[in-house]
């Protein structure tokens, strides 16, 4: 994470910044999906990972500590989520592998970085 000094805005967090190069990622690879799936994987694909900024940022407005962390497992929850729904698009040959690994690399790096939100958050 940056120097909590320079943290502004949650636009500084590097778990948002990896967060939203995830949600570029997944809109890019979800354009590519059979139009069978316009009102069901995609959407449910595309709410989730917005999900994970979504609650980065309002966690991050929060002033208590117990609701940042609400807030950051919640966007943990959506992650995992979304994990879930990249398999299942793998399975059905709606992503090749290669895109595949490139986004499931960067969930991982998006997963470890809202770990250290949470841990830091339970160590203050």
Not at 55 to 80: C, D, M, P, V, W
């Amino acid at each position: 994470m940056a120097d909590k000094a320079k943290i502004k805005s949650f636009t500084d967090l590097n778990a948002w910044r990896e967060g939203h190069k995830l949600v570029l990622m997944v809109y890019e690879a979800t354009d590519k999906f059979p139009k069978k799936e316009i009102f069901c994987l995609v959407i449910q694909m595309r709410r989730a990972v917005i999900s994970i900024t979504s609650n980065i940022a309002e966690g991050f407005s929060r002033q208590t500590g117990k609701e940042k962390y609400q807030f950051y497992s919640i966007a943990h929850g959506s992650l995992t989520e979304i994990q879930n729904q990249l398999l299942i698009a793998r399975d059905l040959k709606y992503i090749d592998l290669k895109e595949f690994s490139q986004i499931a690399t960067q969930s991982a790096i998006v997963h470890k970085l809202i770990t250290g939100l949470k841990k830091s958050i339970r160590n203050a």
